[in-house]
């Protein structure tokens, strides 16, 4: 088993940043890809950014592209999302996510492992 927690949400104004973090703990792989999802109220779980743990690729929605950076620091078994340039459009829970393998996918149920989400509130 993995067990992923993330935390560093909050309330934030339009404009302004915040940083997510994911540390991840349990069974370790080889090679893993770590993610970020989101779901806001009446909507379906969308992906943000995933990570390979090497670092070496990454991948963004759309929606996110040039305001959201995903790194990893593996000494830390942590993953981080910083997130610039929030709009109110971005509030949701967020979750980090992990699956084994080492190519990204945006599928959220291709992911075997869920932190239990945080939430992020960007206001007008």
């Known amino acids: 088993q993995v067990q992923l927690v993330e935390s560093g949400g909050g309330l934030v104004q339009a404009g302004g940043s915040l940083s997510l973090s994911c540390g991840a703990s349990?069974?370790?792989?080889?090679?893993?890809?770590m993610g970020w999802f989101r779901q806001a109220p009446g909507k379906e779980r969308e992906f943000v950014a995933a990570?390979?743990?090497?670092?070496?690729?990454?991948s963004y929605a759309d929606s996110v592209k040039g305001r959201f950076t995903i790194s990893r620091d593996s000494a830390k078994t942590t993953v981080i999302l910083q997130m610039n340039s929030l709009k109110p459009e971005d509030t949701a829970v967020y979750y980090c996510?992990?699956?084994?393998?080492?190519?990204?996918?945006?599928?959220?149920?291709?992911?075997?492992?869920w932190g239990q989400g945080t939430q992020v509130t960007v206001s007008s």
């Open positions: 990570i390979t743990w090497s670092g070496s690729t990454t």
């Open positions: 349990g069974r370790t792989f080889s090679s893993v890809v």
């Open positions: 996510a992990a699956r084994g393998g080492n190519y990204i996918v945006t599928r959220g149920a291709s992911y075997d492992y």
